[in-house]
């Protein structure tokens, strides 16, 4: 595919798998290589060039995988290329968001708050304290609403369509090519090769005690870390039992109201898993869903962007 059609303007820059190029820069689609929107020190986002999803391409799960739920009935989608968060927003790029009013602190740091980590009332940040405050963390303690300010301010800031991913291109992101219940495969816990997530019974260090950096276990085949596990990752989609009725572009569903269905109306989807979940919840397919003012120390996003 021609990176004019990606939006990406080709230069002499060169890049090694697991680099970060500062934009503009020529990367294939797939490629693992990473490129941001700015300098290191203006904070934008490592991104990568996600590939158009192959014909008959469908989100969901089959049948016969274990803890599949009846929201993951599959959904043939069609998904134009678009760029995503290499890792989830960190603590450092979305504080810089926070710096420049553009969004309010994450709840462990919002002044007054009973959650504030240093002096509320609340344990639960401060138990996880060395977890969410690095610079290279994921940020947590962030509602969707908060996620798409920041989104909103990285689009300001770079000139560039940033937003949050929808549902269908996260799982297509996520994983990368395949179709099992994880990128790796069916288990969550593989034989050999060590941990592959971060969730109870993964067998990573940090289970159910706190979270990994942005960029660390290892990458998908497109060079996406902590698809599954980490934390809970906001994407922007109302939340319905079924796919069928919404979107088969790839976009985001965006009206509230579910045709024939009971239950709440305005509730936001989340995908993931996270450290402090078991297994089942990080699968490619697993849907959560919660208020879009909803904040949790195990909550957290990564954005995306269209590509011209």
Same mark, same amino acid.
């Given at each position: ?50 590939? *158009? ?12 995988? /274990?803890? %599949? +739920?009846? #929201? =993951? !009935? ?72 908060? *996620? ?12 560039? /369509?940033? %937003? +949050?991913? #929808? =549902? !269908? ?86 009206? /509230? ?52």
């Amino acid at each position: 595919m021609a990176v004019a059609a990606l939006g990406l303007c080709a230069v002499a820059t060169m890049v090694t798998a697991g680099e970060v190029a500062t934009t503009p820069v020529g990367i294939s689609p797939g490629s693992g290589h990473a490129f941001t929107d700015c300098e290191a020190s203006e904070r934008c986002p490592p991104m990568v060039v996600v590939p *158009a999803a192959p014909a008959g391409f469908t989100i969901g799960s089959p049948e016969q995988e /274990p803890e %599949r +739920l009846s #929201s =993951e !009935a599959r959904h043939a989608v069609s998904i134009k290329p678009f760029a995503i968060g290499r890792g989830e927003v960190s603590v450092g790029d979305y504080m810089a968001c926070v710096g420049q009013g553009g969004c309010r602190p994450p709840e462990w740091l919002e002044p007054g708050s009973e959650h504030h980590i240093e002096t509320g009332r609340g344990v639960t940040y401060r138990s996880v304290k060395p977890f969410i405050t690095g610079d290279r963390q994921p940020v947590v303690g962030v509602s969707h609403e908060d *996620a798409t300010a920041y989104a909103a301010w990285l689009a300001r800031k770079t000139g560039k /369509p940033y %937003r +949050l991913p #929808s =549902e !269908a291109e996260w799982e297509h992101a996520a994983r990368s090519g395949t179709t099992t219940a994880y990128w790796w495969g069916g288990d969550a816990r593989p034989e050999t090769g060590g941990p592959m997530g971060c969730c109870q019974g993964c067998g990573s260090t940090h289970d159910g005690s706190g979270f990994y950096p942005v960029d660390a276990l290892p990458a998908n085949a497109w060079g996406l870390h902590n698809v599954h596990g980490n934390v809970w990752e906001w994407v922007a989609d109302y939340y319905c039992q079924s796919y069928a009725s919404g979107p088969s572009d790839g976009s985001a569903r965006l009206d /509230p109201k579910c045709p024939g269905e009971q239950g709440p109306e305005g509730v936001r989807v989340l995908r993931g898993g996270s450290c402090f979940y078991d297994p089942q919840k990080m699968r490619a397919a697993m849907r959560l869903r919660n208020w879009p003012q909803f904040r949790n120390f195990t909550v957290g996003f990564r954005v995306a962007r269209s590509l011209d």
